[in-house]
T-cell receptor
Framework: EAGVVQSPRYKIIEKKQPVAFWCNPI?????LYWYLQNLGQGPELLIR????????DSQLPKDRFSAERLKGVDSTLKIQPAELGDSAVYLC???????????FGPGTRLTVL | AQSVTQPDIHITVSEGASLELRCNYS??????LFWYVQSPGQGLQLLLK????DTLVQGIKGFEAEFKRSQSSFNLRKPSVHWSDAAEYFC???????????WGAGTKLIIKP
């Protein structure tokens, strides 16, 4: 069974540029999560989807971050415009149902110059 | 509110020695409990989890953890570490009410030859 797929693995951009990350969850997993992980810290939830619906986006900085999960499968996380402080690893995870074990992708390491 | 504390930022252990990584949590009810491992450049991999039942949980790679309600702890143990165990270990606590997962800051395990 394929795991959670994320792309790109690495991205370097200049500040004020837009950037997008893509995630394909494990087949059949209804719940999808986007996390931000800063160096030396644990992941912090940005948004959780149940199927197509964003059910917890309280930690998503909505002035510059947006996300979508069309058709309840793949998801895209976008930052526009990026700031220096956005440099981090962006992790995608999925689970069959809320509260079940979360399975993580390899992450996208973003560097904003 | 939930919180998770991993008191040790770094731990150094000789290869073949036993290991215990500490995790303490704050939560008003019985939470879900997880240990994940993250190798450099890799995503988070589940080691083990506690949902209910037997408080001593066996995981992959020879790891185990014990849920101690009276101490609000879920410490991870391994009787004999291998060089390949060098990685960062994260404890996470999930709320049964809203499925929110709160992560510790991680403990970096260094193995001495």
């Amino acid at each position: 069974e394929a795991g959670v797929v994320q792309s790109p693995r690495y991205k370097i951009i200049e500040k004020k540029q837009p950037v997008a990350f893509w995630c394909n969850p494990i087949s059949g997993h209804n719940t999808l999560y986007w996390y931000l992980q800063n160096l030396g810290q644990g992941p912090e939830l940005l948004i959780r989807y149940e199927n197509e619906e964003a059910v917890d986006d309280s930690q998503l900085p909505k002035d510059r971050f947006s996300a979508e999960r069309l058709k309840g499968v793949d998801s895209t996380l976008k930052i526009q415009p990026a700031e220096l402080g956005d440099s981090a690893v962006y992790l995608c995870a999925s689970s069959q149902q809320p509260g079940d074990t979360q399975y993580f992708g390899p992450g996208t390491r973003l560097t904003v110059l | 509110a939930q919180s998770v504390t991993q008191p040790d930022i770094h731990i150094t252990v000789s290869e073949g020695a036993s290991l215990e990584l500490r995790c303490n949590y704050s939560y008003g009810a019985t939470p879900y409990l997880f240990w994940y491992v993250q190798s450099p450049g890799q995503g988070l991999q589940l080691l083990l989890k506690y949902f209910s039942g037997d408080t001593l949980v066996q995981g992959i790679k020879g790891f185990e953890a014990e849920f101690k309600r009276s101490q609000s702890s879920f410490n991870l143990r391994k009787p004999s570490v291998h060089w390949s165990d060098a990685a960062e270990y994260f404890c996470a606590v999930g709320a049964r009410s809203n499925y929110q997962l709160i992560w510790g800051a991680g403990t970096k395990l260094i193995i001495k030859p």
